[in-house]
């Protein structure tokens, strides 16, 4: 069916090829500062361009009399028929009548633009980059365009195996907030627990926008509390939505993982890739993602298809539109080298579709009506940890259902819903409002496949419904701005006011999926009258199902919250050449109490060429209802031993008992300072930041539950906690330089880094043991959040039909603590240094090489084919069996998966 699609849209492109002109320029304002977003279409056609984060665009037209619509939201719409020339500069002109301009991230400013921001702001082009490079989803996207975001997909870590952690400049993937068109995304309801960077996390899941829907995405590098709120303490990432209205779109992506490893893993303990076919038919129903047992091609796995589809329409004739994203997407699981005990090593699994609409539609010529919002459906499916044959000593498998063991999976249904309306008018007195309502609601359910409730014996099911967790939020904003020229250079006042109501549930599964059943297989709840089933050897069995715990009606959360929050926010422009600018914002949380933050910054242009800029803010981020109000009980295997454990609330009496306090907000001070440089071709930022955060909250490790007083139902217990303060220091770096070649050839290079070190200042414990309560297993996970740095190197050669990338990305070395700490945990200094010496895995500085190619066919019909790590790049090998993911390395820098080879097709209709 691909193939098929390929040339039908071939053929139609084909037929359309006819002779073509090439031009290019810069749109600027009226103080010759770069547009970006500008929209430029070739008049009586779909075809069409936007322009870059400098401004700039190229554009193929029919002919060299072509006529080009220059639109930009807030700007008189420019109309000029070419002349056959190749270079065309426009200049436009703000229009104060036309509406629905979505300011840059960091400012309330509607005159201010990325190049002249006070602070750091990325400007990416989502579209081209998901396009060149064949990423399927927005982590990865982002991965390789923004140089302190840092994302990489996870296996064996339960629910993160499912919803990516993110970070950007190495904190917590909650300490950075997320807006879709400058209003609040809500979050995950996921906290991530096991075995995954962002420990004790929730984060905002990006991949559930699709990326066709995305005309832009901002990402403000700097805090940002004083003016947004919680959560954006080490940034702000603002996800403009395409308002095009020019035909219909349609993009047909394909590609798959080698699995040719190379090195020296099939030597080892065990492979996936075939070399002991006995240990594999473990895997329930052989499923290898793609690849299945036996068979002689085992070259690739992971395959991906994505199809997306973009249409845009006018809505009346006075600017309205809508713009229209499908998505379906189908990735098959990965397998990848590992141990025994972990024969599913790799990717999820995840069949998904997405739909995303943006609308504005004016009212008379002062008020505009907009909405915007979508759906997000993911089916996804991992391998948990690999449960041994009872024959060899594991009585987490029932002898008549897995005779030799077998391989859990952990699948989900998630569901993301966001609707977002508003109204903007402007006011006869030069004042802007905008009005809004947004609602968000994030579902994730678990279900768990090829598994056993052990107590059960043979009775068990092989699936549980397992119940799962809910966060929604509800946000209603009123804003005000207003930008006065007459006052020195231009001065901007903005004030808001905003109420935000939160809830979080957890929901029970069925029975089995959680339950202890006793010897006559009714569920255990009077341990006084009931004996629990046991195995030929008289040990008892465990309960719920293997590979993830049902949550219980013990479990179950309804728990709400509200926020009330004020903000003033001005700009100055003391002159053409100095700009200062502050804000100050109030909060009050029902469930907490208040926090009041302030931000100031200014940017001085020394010439035309360099300006200089920095801020210092403080800012916070309000503990998350999952984070104070989730709670499970599960097995954890320790030394070879099943070890019932809790994860206790933290408003629980255990909590309380063991002296965990309850959660109060983190709080930061965030200072920077950088600058950028522009002549001719070259562009250059540079920003170093310093971000202090104290009583970060972090899950703790595993306390002894047996020296309570009271039966906790558990041998070991683990809390959120505000656990540590940290100080992150770093510098990022963006040059660019582009340059024309003739005959409408361009030729630009790109560099872009992050260096970051993150160091753990003071541990919060109290009288409790700082090894027990957050020792250095934990500690490596919250350190390498980020690595030391990453840089990528972008090259690029565009002609009239050939668009050449090629990206060199350098990863730093990252160490982390393995599992032993947690099969031998340290309580003093000597037992630490003696782990030290041999639990440490360290994974060397690594490169990966993406290369594309793409092809303009005609002016509607683009062919894209590429390799992204061509050079089939891994982290370093781990031989020793105790990595905590359980594959022969962890999931850092590059992933896990190794090249991936892709095509994928354009047409605009």
């Known amino acids: 069916m691909r193939n098929w699609l390929m040339i039908i849209f071939l053929f139609v492109g084909v037929a359309q090829i006819e002779a073509q002109h ?6 600027t304002d009226a103080k010759n500062e770069p547009l970006v977003g500008v929209n430029i279409q070739e008049a009586g056609t779909t075809n069409g361009a936007t322009t870059d984060a ?138 991530n627990v096991f075995g995954t960077r962002g420990r004790g996390n929730s984060g905002t899941d990006l991949n559930a926008i699709p990326a066709a829907a995305i005309k832009r995405i901002e990402v403000l590098r700097d805090g940002a509390s004083a ?42 303990i065990f492979d996936t890739q075939g070399e002991w076919e006995p240990a594999l038919s473990n895997i329930n129903g052989k499923d290898r993602g793609g690849v299945t047992i036996g068979d002689e091609d085992k070259s690739s796995d992971g395959n991906t298809v994505k199809i997306d589809l973009n249409y845009g329409a006018n809505l009346g004739d006075n600017g309205g539109f809508v713009n229209v994203t499908t998505e379906y997407l189908s990735r098959a699981r990965t397998l990848r080298p590992s141990f025994d005990w972990r024969e599913g090593y790799g990717t999820a699994a995840v069949d998904g579709f997405n739909f995303m609409v943006n609308s504005a539609m004016p009212v008379g010529s002062n008020t505009e009506v907009y909405a915007f919002g979508g759906r997000n459906f993911r089916d996804t499916d991992a391998y948990a940890f690999t449960r041994g044959s009872f024959a060899n000593g594991d009585n987490r498998a029932v002898p008549s259902l897995y005779e030799n063991g077998f391989t859990p999976r952990i699948t989900s249904n998630i569901i993301d819903v966001s609707a977002s309306m508003g109204v903007r008018h402007n006011m ?56 006065n020229s007459k006052i020195k250079s231009g001065f901007n006042l903005a004030f808001g006011l905003e109420f935000r109501t939160e809830n979080f549930t957890i929901f029970a599964g069925e029975e089995g999926s959680y339950a202890l059943y006793d010897t006559l297989g009714i569920a255990l ?141 983190e709080t930061a001070a965030n200072s920077s300072v950088g600058f950028t440089f522009n002549i001719g071709e070259l562009s250059a930022t ?74 753990i200042e003071k541990i919060n414990n109290g009288t409790l043991n700082e ?82 190619a793409g092809y303009s066919i005609s002016n509607n019909l683009v062919l894209t084919v590429g390799a992204n790590n061509l050079l089939n790049t891994y982290p370093t090998p781990q031989y020793d069996g105790w990595t905590d993911q359980g594959g022969f390395n962890d999931s850092v820098q590059m992933g896990s998966d190794g090249a991936y080879y892709f095509s994928s097709i354009g047409y605009k209709f």
């Open 54 to 191: 400098y401004g700039s665009y190229e554009l193929t037209v029919q002919s060299s009399s072509a006529t080009l619509i220059f639109s930009y939201i807030g700007f008189t719409t420019v109309e000029i028929t070419l002349s056959g020339q190749n270079s065309l500069n426009v200049s436009m002109a703000g229009d104060v009548i036309q509406l629905g301009g979505i300011n840059v991230v960091g400012s309330r400013n509607a005159t201010r633009s990325a190049t002249n921001s006070p602070v750091a702001v990325d400007i990416i082009d989502v579209s081209d980059l998901a396009i060149r490079y064949g990423k399927a989803e927005l982590n990865q996207i982002l991965q390789y365009a923004a140089p302190s975001f840092n994302a990489t997909k996870q296996s064996g870590s339960d629910g993160a195996d499912h919803i990516d952690p993110a970070s950007l400049r190495g904190l917590g993937p909650d300490q950075t907030l997320v807006l879709i068109n400058g209003k609040r995304r809500h979050q995950s309801s996921l906290v």
């Open 686 to 759: 540079v920003d170093a930041y310093s971000i202090a955060v104290k009583d970060r909250i972090v899950l703790t490790d595993n306390f002894d539950a047996t020296l309570l007083e009271v039966d906790v139902g558990a041998e070991d217990a683990q809390f959120f906690a505000n656990g540590v303060d940290t100080k992150t220091t770093g510098v990022d770096i963006v040059l660019n330089y582009s340059k024309s070649v003739g005959n409408g050839n361009r030729l630009s290079v790109g560099l872009a880094g992050n260096m970051n070190t993150l160091k």
């Open 227 to 268: 003016q947004y709120g919680s959560d954006a303490i080490a940034g702000v990432i603002n996800v403009v939505l395409k308002d095009n209205s020019d035909g219909i779109t349609v993009g047909v992506t394909t590609g798959n993982y080698s699995t040719d490893v190379g090195g020296d893993y099939a030597q080892q």
């Open 22 to 27: 090439s031009v290019s320029g810069a749109v």
């Open 428 to 483: 006869s007195n030069g004042w802007k409002v905008d009005f809004n309502n947004t609602y968000g609601k994030n579902n994730f359910h678990y279900y768990i496949r090829g598994t056993n409730n052990a107590s059960l014996g043979g009775a068990s099911p092989t699936d549980f419904d397992a119940g799962g967790h809910t966060l929604s939020q509800n946000t209603t904003s009123l804003d005000f701005s207003k930008y």
């Open 525 to 665: 709840t009077n341990p006084a009258t009931q004996v629990p089933a046991v195995d030929s050897n008289g040990e008892q069995l465990p309960s719920g199902s293997q590979g993830f715990p049902g949550y219980s009606p013990a479990n179950v959360v309804d728990r709400s919250r509200t926020n009330f929050g004020f903000y003033l926010d001005a700009e100055l422009n003391v002159t053409d050449a100095l700009l200062l600018s502050g804000a100050v914002r109030q909060e009050n949380y029902s469930d907490f109490g208040q926090t009041t933050n302030y931000k100031v910054a200014g940017r001085y242009s020394v010439s035309n060429s360099l300006s200089l800029r920095g801020s210092v803010s403080t800012g916070f981020r309000a503990p998350s209802l999952a984070q104070k109000h989730y709670n499970l009980v599960f097995n954890n295997i320790v030394a070879g031993e099943s070890v019932r454990t809790l994860l206790a609330s933290n408003t629980s009496t255990v909590a309380k008992a063991f002296g965990i306090g309850e959660l109060t907000e």
């Open 771 to 852: 090894f027990t309560f957050f020792g250095p297993f934990s500690q490596a996970y919250l350190e390498a959040a980020a690595p030391d740095y990453k840089f990528g190197l972008n090259l690029g050669f565009q002609t009239k039909k050939l668009n050449l990338a090629a990206t060199l990305t350098s990863f730093s070395e990252v160490i982390l603590q393995d599992f032993q700490w947690i099969d031998s945990p340290a309580t003093t200094q000597a037992e630490a240094d003696a782990l030290f010496a041999v639990a440490t895995d360290t994974y060397e500085a690594a490169t990966t090489l993406d290369l594309s």
